[in-house]
């Protein structure tokens, strides 16, 4: 958790839970940049005897709370614990669907436009062959993404074949993504999704980075911040299945005498 917690995300990753499970046992690590540039020596050095593998080389708790890194924090407890159960929050939710359906994407190879089932988490962005399939195609890291804008406003000339409530993904990398819905209050509905769901992750993010320079103060105000965006993002989700309730029930078969 204390790792999760300075980096934002885990020391062990794999989407095959037999390969992860093989990352755990081996139990190695890394301390990535630029992720853990900002992070002290002394996490560093609590973490590397948390880690490890063998029970009786692991730190203790007593080890832990009397470690240098620990029992030197001039953090107040109170604080350090509301941050803390926050952080902890934030990192169980970030797996967690936001929103599900299906957008034609055009290939970035062969630009042709291809009908693919899309999943949005806290983090990421996935999308996969068809709404059955169990492993993505591809992937975007919501924090690659500098932005996100109908192809209307993307204030750069788009090329999108004269297809109608299209939308485009930027990204750091240069790689964008040309999106389309099928109508023009999906696309609506899909740009608050990411907008807000990106606008919460980043704040989170900075969050941490006040939490990892001890400025309790500060994390809990971008906290706060990050909470307002969460609580658009998921009155956007309610609203959006209520409508779909609505419309399923508005398209049942009338009962009757038979």
């Known amino acids: 958790i204390m ?5 934002g995300y885990a020391p062990f990753s794999h989407p095959q839970q037999n390969q992860l499970f093989r990352l755990i046992i081996r139990g190695n690590f890394y301390f990535d940049s630029p992720y853990w540039d900002g992070v002290s020596d002394g ?12 029970p009786r080389k692991r730190y203790s708790a007593k080890q832990v709370l009397s470690h240098p890194w620990v ?6 407890t109170t604080e350090l614990g509301t941050v803390l159960s926050q952080m902890r929050m934030f990192n ?11 957008l034609t994407k055009q290939g970035h190879v ?20 068809d709404e059955d399939s169990t492993v993505p195609r591809g992937v975007v890291q919501l924090s690659d993404i500098t932005h996100v804008a109908s192809a209307e406003d993307a204030g ?8 109608d409530n299209v ?4 990204t750091s990398s240069g790689k964008d993504y040309l999106l389309q819905a099928g109508s023009d209050s999906q696309r609506r509905e899909w ?14 993010r900075k969050a941490q980075t006040a939490y990892r320079a001890r400025d309790m103060d500060g994390a809990q105000d971008l906290i706060s911040m990050a909470r307002q965006w969460e609580k658009m993002r998921d009155t956007l989700a309610d609203e959006e299945r209520a409508r779909a309730g609505a419309g399923e029930a508005g398209s049942a078969p009338a009962g009757g005498g038979g």
């Not at 009908?115 to 983090?123: D, K, N, S, V």
């Open 71 to 76: 029992a030197g924090a001039p953090a107040a």
């Open 3 to 7: 790792y999760i917690l300075l980096c």
């Open 191 to 204: 740009l608050r999704a990411i907008t807000s769901t990106h606008q919460h992750l980043d704040l989170m």
């Open 167 to 170: 939308f485009v993904l930027f």
């Open 110 to 129: 062969v630009r042709n436009w291809k009908r693919r089932a899309f999943q949005l988490t806290g983090e990421d962005l996935q999308y996969y062959s």
């Open 156 to 163: 750069t000339a788009v090329d999108t074949d004269g297809r």
């Open 92 to 102: 169980s939710r970030r797996r967690r669907t936001v929103k599900r359906g299906v």
């Open 43 to 54: 996490a560093k050095h609590l973490i590397r005897h948390l880690l490890v593998t063998k």
